[in-house]
């Protein structure tokens, strides 16, 4: 509940990481949390721990802060592997402007790229259309705050 403003840079991201680790989805705004027993699924002894591991799995990594085209554009060499997750077409929540354009520009940079490309996306007549031609895999998901091991909301 502290406010932002009264934070550091090191201050917000951990706080970004603790949200983004403890909401459902990793929804950025608006997060939910679901609730386990018999153990929490928050751990307030082992936040330390966490950044850690997840510096120690990010060193070596580059971070940028660019639209995504100009990103992939600028890293794309024979060896590299891209992971597109881009909004769900015609689904609500995302809170971003991600007009039909850029699934467009996101087909033709595959088509074009020097290295390889994995897209997360729902099955939609409109995606399927603009992406004809490249091989899918679909699974079938199932989103749920329930407690696996026991069944319980």
């Known amino acids: ?30 997060q939910s949390f679901g609730t386990a027993t018999p153990a929490p699924a928050i751990n ?11 510096w120690q799995r990010l060193s070596g990594t580059y ?16 060896h590299s592997f891209h992971y597109m997750d881009p909004p769900y077409w015609q689904t609500a929540g995302y809170g971003v402007d991600f007009p039909f354009e850029n699934y467009e520009r996101m087909a ?16 939609h007549p409109d995606i399927q259309r ?3 031609g490249f091989h899918f895999e679909t699974t079938e ?13």
């Open 63 to 78: 971070v940028e802060n660019l639209p995504w085209l100009e990103c992939a554009e600028r890293y794309d060499r024979p």
């Open 1 to 30: 509940m502290t406010r932002p403003e009264t934070l550091t840079d090191i201050q917000l991201a951990a706080r970004f990481f603790y949200l983004q680790h403890h909401a459902f989805g990793g929804k950025v705004s608006g």
């Open 108 to 123: 033709d940079f595959m088509r074009r790229c020097k290295g390889k490309v994995m897209v997360s996306i729902n099955v």
């Open 44 to 54: 307030l002894l082992r936040i330390e721990e966490n950044l850690s591991a997840a």
């Open 141 to 153: 998901i199932r989103y749920t705050t329930t407690n696996q091991r026991q069944g319980k909301a």
């Open 130 to 132: 603009v992406l004809e």
